[in-house]
């Protein structure tokens, strides 16, 4: 191999490099923006119709306040988005319609489940020590 062959060889490799952390870091960058400001729940669907991504739908639209005093955020992707494989591949979602993960302010997972029950969630953010801090003297609006 000449110069300019491997010259060339190792700028594309480089090229296939800088993609690949690209897209890692473009997915990644979905969860980043809200980390220490905001709770994320992260849905991934098959598709738009599946009963639990409807179910919670529903169940957000239900409880505003409830949802919004929490500083949740709801990131809804669905089956053939870039971030959709990235982050199913990221918790394990092969094989299934539905998938809720509950991220935490510090970007930990704190659940990750194919059920839907909103208030449960509720109940699960209401017994973190970052939350209860949060609850001191808090109404709706």
């Not at 490099?17 to 997915?27: D, H, Q, W, Y």
């Not at 980043?32 to 009963?51: F, G, H, K, M």
């Not at 005093?69 to 990131?75: N, S």
């Not at 509720?122 to 949060?134: G, S, Y």
Request: proline share 2%; aromatic share 6%; glycine share 4%.
């Amino acid at each position: 191999m000449n110069v300019a062959s491997f010259t060339l060889f190792l700028n594309q490799l480089l090229a296939c490099g800088v993609l690949l952390i690209a897209s890692a870091t473009a997915s990644a960058d979905v969860l980043r923006d809200y980390l220490w400001t905001n709770r994320v729940i992260v849905t991934l669907s098959a598709n738009e119709s599946v009963p639990e991504r409807l179910l919670l739908l529903k169940q957000i639209a239900q409880h505003p306040c409830e949802f919004r005093k929490r500083d949740l955020v709801h990131i809804d992707l669905l089956s053939g988005s870039e971030d959709y494989q990235s982050l199913s591949e990221r918790f394990a979602m092969a094989g299934k319609d539905f998938k809720l993960v509950l991220i935490g302010k510090d970007g930990k997972i704190k659940l990750h489940t194919n059920a839907v029950a909103l208030e449960d969630i509720f109940a699960l953010i209401d017994t973190m020590p970052m939350r209860k801090k949060e609850m001191r003297g808090e109404q709706c609006q």
